[in-house]
């Protein structure tokens, strides 16, 4: 990875600048040009390091979304998978070790259609759909450095809106509707953006910064992927916490460095007694299990019942997308 690469990917996962030549700071800032960093970006897009430039939004700020997972034979988990690919709404699909074998993301316009679509999910495949959604958030941050360098954690600020933004469904709704799947490598992408909707270069840099304000767009920046750039093991710890205990546990949880995501979803027993998420993403199944290890002594968790469920495949992962155009149905996968 070269020098430029690398601080490109350090410094702007976060804090895209909002002016009207974003690329040209980013440039100045790196000792390089415009022409040459646009390049390097589009570069990354090709080799799927990098999956946009843009936002990512926060959970339940905009639409409803969930966390699904289904129980599927083996044998058909591919054609299942690949039917749930097809739904615009899903944006994240894996397979994991354990009997609930494949785990996606949901996310759509509102409820009614989120539930919709997992119905839709459910009786074309034939396996059940369990809905896990997001109950209390405690730390999202999917932020990877690329070097040995200063690793403080950055807080997520989960509960802050710093303020108020009125949804205008014609403003707000078509601004997202053109930049959820990123920005345009053009010089001046906000303006870009601008002649597609009719707006100023001004209005549109102007409405994604009440956007930051309001919480609505958790961080604007290079949006990586973990995988591509050596993260291949990725571990989702689920703990069975008493309810009284589940904010304490939460918050010690997500100041852990290696913690990427910590958050609280409703157990559905008997089949899912766990109600506190955490993942913890390394180079090896080897460097997170010994992760694992050390935070169960560190927290005092040996009597805390958990399990951890590794990544086996990747099937789908890219931007939620919040407003989409209906989906073409796909045929079934009757069982």
Known sequence: MSSLEQRLLNNYQRNFPLVPQPYEQLAGELGSDSQTVRDLLAELLMRGKVSRVGPVFKPRMLGSSTLAAMSVPQEMLTEVA???????????????????????????????????????????????????????????????????????????????????????????????????????????PYLTVGEQLDLSEETVIETLSEMQSAGIIRRLGVIVRHHELGYRANAMLVWDVPDDQVDALGQQLSAEQKVTLCYQRPRIKPRWPYNLFSMIHGKSRDEVMAYVDDLVDKLALKDTPYEVLFSLQRFKQCGAKYIVQENVPQQAVMR
């Open 82 to 188: 690949t039917l749930v690919n097809g739904y615009p709404e899903v944006n994240h699909n894996y397979e994991r070790e354990h009997r609930l074998n494949l785990w996606f993301v949901a996310v759509a316009a509102d409820q009614e259609k989120l539930e919709q679509v997992l119905s839709d999910i459910e009786s074309r495949s034939g396996y059940e759909v369990m809905s896990l959604p997001l109950l209390k958030e405690y730390h999202i941050d999917l932020g990877f450095r690329m070097d040995a360098g200063d690793k403080q954690k950055v807080a997520s600020n989960t509960e802050q809106n710093n303020t108020d933004c009125s949804f205008d469904p014609a403003l707000h709704g078509s601004l997202i509707a053109a930049i959820q799947t990123g920005l345009p490598l053009t010089e001046r």
